[in-house]
């Protein structure tokens, strides 16, 4: 069966850090570039970043490069997302993502036209 199962999420401080996982199975993540994306509150979802396997490369939204890295393992099939120095507007639900191919670039990383597979989803809520 292939899926991808999250987990990770929960209540946490600003300035806080947390790190969501994302197992897969049935299937190679070798084979699909890896993009985390997120949904706040009465928002549509939008991409957060995307590793692009073919390449290296690795896109951010600009609200969170430099606080979030996206991060895999390949023996473990399994890829994460780390999330420091949290802020209230991090809030939302978080999602990984299997792009259709290895590849994500500048333009089109964070289009979910291109995504096969999404998580279940996992809740971060950043508050005092």
């Known amino acids: 069966q292939v899926q991808l199962v999250e987990s990770g999420g929960g209540l946490v401080q600003p300035g806080g850090s947390l790190r969501l996982s994302c197992v897969a199975s049935?299937?190679?993540?070798?084979?699909?570039?890896i993009a985390w994306f997120r949904q706040a509150p009465g928002k549509e979802r939008e991409g957060v970043g995307c590793f692009s396997t073919s390449d290296g490369n690795t896109y951010y939204l600009d609200s969170v490069r430099g606080r979030f890295t996206i991060s895999r393992d390949a023996a473990k099939n399994t890829f994460y997302l780390q999330l420091n120095n949290l802020k209230p507007e991090d809030t939302a639900i978080y999602y990984c993502?299997?792009?259709?191919?290895?590849?994500?670039?500048?333009?089109?990383?964070?289009?979910?036209?291109?995504?096969?597979?999404w998580g279940q989803g996992t809740q971060i809520t950043v508050s005092s």
């Open positions: 993502a299997t792009d259709r191919s290895r590849f994500c670039g500048p333009r089109t990383w964070f289009q979910e036209r291109f995504i096969t597979y």
């Open positions: 049935g299937f190679n993540l070798d084979a699909h570039a």
